[in-house]
């Protein structure tokens, strides 16, 4: 029973997280990041701002938090290590997007793109969040590397994975700002295969959908 009410208290956390970003993502789209502040958010989502700050310790973690970071960390571990990095990488990448834009928030796959969306503009137009999503960047990087295992006393090794992440984490971003600019009409999983396969070559992705 005790893990029972554990788990129930963790799907209660997360659902409140999701509440709580949700209509932030709403309230900094619609009023401006800037303008909007974490009482609003309090007020919007029916908590009270020390409950946002228990689950967004800061302002800007309420655009940027999100499990994007897991769930390519766990494809990456679930991949075969006899795989090239580039494919590892690139296959969890783009398997994690397609997580998240069909039905990462909530049932609705319409939703989640659009709160995906929200969410990209948010940081590609607001200079607090461009700081913040680098340091993000690098989180990602390391926990891309830190999935891909491996000799961790061998330095040649953790140099080759964290330049292989580094450069499917830039091509990966090519598609997201591409994304962003077409306004979600493409693919998201299909444009960054397709900006993997630019950079690194057809063999180095599997075919995603058109845009691959």
């Known amino acids: 029973m005790p893990d029972q009410h554990s788990t129930l208290r963790a799907q209660r956390r997360a659902e409140t997280q999701r509440t709580i970003q949700a209509h932030a ?3 900094f789209t619609e009023r401006g990041y800037d303008a909007t ?3 609003d958010v309090a007020e919007a989502a029916g908590v009270s701002p020390m409950t946002v700050y228990r689950h967004f310790p800061t302002k800007e973690d309420l655009v940027l938090v999100d499990r994007h970071g897991r769930l390519v960390a766990e494809r990456i571990a679930a991949s075969s290590a006899s795989q090239p990095l ?3 990488i690139g296959g969890a990448l783009i398997d994690s ?4 834009t ?3 928030h909530g049932d609705d796959p319409a939703a989640g793109e659009q709160f995906l969306l929200a969410r990209l503009r948010l940081m ?8 913040r999503h680098l340091d993000n ?3 990602l990087q390391q926990a891309i590397v830190d999935a891909l295992g491996g000799d961790a006393t061998d330095p040649d090794a953790a140099f080759q994975a964290q330049a292989a992440a580094g450069a499917c984490l830039a091509a990966m971003h090519t598609a997201l700002v591409r994304w962003a600019e077409d306004d979600g009409r493409t693919e998201l999983p299909g444009l960054i295969a397709k900006a993997l396969a630019a950079a690194f070559g057809d063999d180095s992705v599997d075919r995603v959908g058109p845009e691959a």
Do not use: C, E, M, Q
């Not at 590609?124 to 700081?131: G, H, K, Q, V, Y």
């Open 137 to 139: 960047h690098y989180a």
């Open 97 to 100: 997007a397609a997580t998240l």
């Open 37 to 39: 502040t974490v009482t």
């Open 86 to 88: 580039v494919r590892r």
């Open 102 to 104: 069909s039905g990462g």
């Open 124 to 131: 590609i137009s607001t200079p607090a969040l461009r700081a």
């Open 25 to 27: 993502i709403r309230l």
